[in-house]
């Protein structure tokens, strides 16, 4: 991500320069490429970089090649003629296009540059997408707050169950961020906010609802379903994407394992009725002879490719 951060400011600092070497204003040069100065002001402060469509039109009004133009700099000079080396005029390499006769190892570099423009374009514009849906759920999540605040003062004269919904809010919006915001790996990090995010949680719920379960049982379920979500993640990611039977066998395992464990912290701190007992045990059940038929499953597909 740096290193595109520094080919888009060099790319940037390039326009700025040429265009003040051809002694053009920004709406002189937005004039010649049918756009507004604006948007050419935006290209030379690095916040957005030209349309693919406009590479060539742009480096014309430049004076350089779209390849210099590309790589933010002009090309080496030759020490006898003072020329650029292998550098060609934008209709030179219109013309050489036409013709079939530029060098091949020219040409691919520049539709590599190219290419690799293009998918920066379109990175740009997807953090932007990402950057507004953030910016939209923060403005939600501050608009709720303040709302469940005044209609929670305005009924009761004090500040009771906003505070939790208020709490909620926070945690929701911190575990939330990194989804938005994460350049890479970003349900990962989210994952990992949530597992930092939770326990602090629980202890204010505790604080507010004045229920010890919260802190003793409650985090004891936290650690066991947070262990199943990192189970569950890290099959999904490795494992189902080569062997989808065997991820559902495994996935069922772990839900089994969940039901049982989770089962086992409710009944050391809640006396339960047969039934609902029984009921729990039905469902492991049922569990299990799924992630044992999808392990059968997966086992005779195995055969048969061999």
């Known amino acids: 991500m740096e290193h595109e951060l520094y080919e888009q400011k060099k790319m940037a600092d390039f326009i700025l320069k040429m265009r003040k070497a051809r002694n053009l204003t920004q709406k002189d040069l937005a004039g010649k490429l049918g756009v507004t100065d604006k948007a050419v002001s935006k290209w030379e402060r690095a916040v957005s970089s030209p349309d693919i469509s406009l590479l060539i039109p742009l480096a014309k009004a430049l004076g350089v090649s779209t390849g210099e133009l590309l790589s933010g700099e002009k090309m080496e000079m030759d020490p006898d003629n003072e020329t650029p080396i292998a550098a060609k005029t934008v209709e030179e390499e219109q013309t050489e296009f036409t013709d079939g006769t530029e060098n091949k190892e020219e040409t691919e570099t520049l539709i590599n540059e190219a290419l690799k423009y293009s998918r920066k374009s379109a990175d740009q514009r997807v953090k932007k997408l990402w950057d507004i849906l953030f910016i939209g759920m ?47 790996k970003r349900i990962c990090k989210s994952l990992l906010a949530l597992s930092l995010m ?20 409650g985090m ?4 066991a379903a947070l262990l199943g979500i990192w189970g569950l993640y890290g099959i999904l990611t490795h494992i189902w994407s080569r062997k989808k039977y065997f991820a559902l066998s495994l996935i ?4 089994f394992a969940e039901e ?9 701190y809640i006396k339960r009725t047969h039934i609902e007992q029984s009921f729990n045990q039905l469902n492991a059940l049922i569990i299990l002879i ?4 999808f ?12």
């Open 252 to 255: 069922c395992f772990l839900m």
């Open 138 to 184: 923060s403005a939600g999540f501050f608009l709720a707050a303040i709302v469940c605040l005044i209609c929670n003062f305005a009924v009761s004269g004090e500040l009771s169950w906003s505070r939790i919904v208020l709490a909620s809010l926070i945690a929701a919006w911190g575990i939330l961020t990194p989804l938005f915001q994460a350049q890479k």
């Open 198 to 217: 939770i326990f602090p949680y629980l202890a204010v719920l505790n604080v507010l609802l004045q229920v010890p379960l919260l802190r003793t049982m």
């Open 220 to 223: 004891c379920i936290a650690v």
């Open 260 to 268: 049982y464990g989770i089962n086992l912290i409710i009944d050391g």
């Open 290 to 293: 799924l992630a044992v038929s």
């Open 295 to 306: 392990l059968g499953i997966s086992y005779f597909r195995e055969r048969r490719k061999q």
